[in-house]
């Protein structure tokens, strides 16, 4: 077989590796939206310009960066916590930080488009 022909499919596998790698841990939007109905805190880490300027209902806003200074005001750590952003990288790197503070029930919806 011809080279390229190898190299297209390890970079199709490494793409295909790395999208799973970005999902890992991601909560669909019907599981987060039923957990919001059944009482999960929906927390928005985006900047709070980008929080005004539009944000999913009943979410509550808590900068990726303030997010360590208010862990005590986001409730118990046994209740639901579903996390988003723009992208997807900064709940990622949220909904870590609140798994090493023991948050037991944390879900990254990734990013507010993937809500609908």
Known sequence: MHPIYFALVGLAAA????RMLMRRGRVSATDARRLVADGALLLDVRTPAEFDAGHLEGAQNVAVQQLAAA???????ARPIVVYCQ??????FA???LRRAGFTAVHDLGPRAAWR
Not at 15 to 18: D, R
Not at 71 to 77: A, N, R, S
Not at 87 to 92: A, D, N, V
């Open 71 to 77: 862990l005590e005001g986001l409730g118990p750590k």
């Open 15 to 18: 793409l295909v590796a790395f």
């Open 87 to 92: 992208s997807g990288m900064r709940s990622r």
């Open 95 to 97: 909904a870590a930080t």
